[in-house]
């Protein structure tokens, strides 16, 4: 049944690739709150298929129907590559502050709750990492894109906040990552992201 969510596909023309170097690291592997890998009420349902429609949707938006499928693309990867900028810098950090200007819940309550995690252990994540993602589908309603990138972890460390001594992690590897971006309020913004199979 995973499948039968009736959605609005994009042509099957060549993916375009995007590669930046930032985000969702070995802490994203370690820590499944932070990529959404839980049971929620997000935008995958269930667990792992696509929604039909945009849960929870503002009656103040309006479906971007009437943007052109190669610039409604580019959009939202860029916006989808800014929310991985934004989500490396906030672990470096330790304040998911910013994570609302990229990300809304559920993953934003989540990733939040993660970082407050790690921040009262003493704690800092820093790492790198290699993304190629590509907007596989759309739900019926415009107003989710759903991206798929096989993230590929180069180096992901644990640091004490005190010392600032390395205290774990290491290289990790690459796993497909399916991620809905969601048009509300006038800007697309990050809703669920859920770990696959390695890449």
């Given at each position: 049944m995973?499948?039968?969510a009736r959605l609005v596909r994009f042509s099957p023309h060549r993916p375009r690739r995007v590669r930046t170097t930032a985000t969702l690291a070995l802490l994203a592997a370690a820590s499944l709150s932070a990529c959404g890998s839980g049971p929620s009420s997000g935008t995958f349902k269930p667990k792992g298929s696509l929604a039909s429609t945009t849960p929870g949707t503002p009656t103040a938006s309006s479906p971007?129907?009437?943007i052109p499928t190669a610039e409604l693309t580019k959009t939202v990867l860029t916006r989808y590559n800014e929310?991985?900028?934004v989500f490396k810098r906030v672990?470096?950090?330790n304040d998911a502050a910013e994570l609302s200007t990229v990300a809304m819940d559920p993953l934003l309550g989540e990733v939040?709750?993660?970082?407050a995690q790690i921040r009262a252990k003493g704690e800092i994540w820093r790492f790198t990492t290699v993304s190629n993602a590509r907007v596989y589908s759309r739900s019926k309603d415009g107003l989710t894109v759903y991206v798929v990138d096989c993230i590929r972890t180069l180096a992901g460390y644990r640091f004490s906040?005190?010392?600032?001594?390395?205290?774990g992690g290491g290289p990790g590897g690459a796993f497909l990552h399916r991620t809905a971006v969601r048009y509300d309020q006038g800007?697309?913004?990050?809703?669920?992201?859920?770990r696959d199979k390695k890449c």
């Open positions: 995973a499948m039968r971007p129907t009437a929310y991985r900028k672990y470096e950090m939040t709750r993660d970082i906040a005190k010392t600032g001594k390395r205290t800007t697309w913004k990050v809703s669920d992201s859920v």
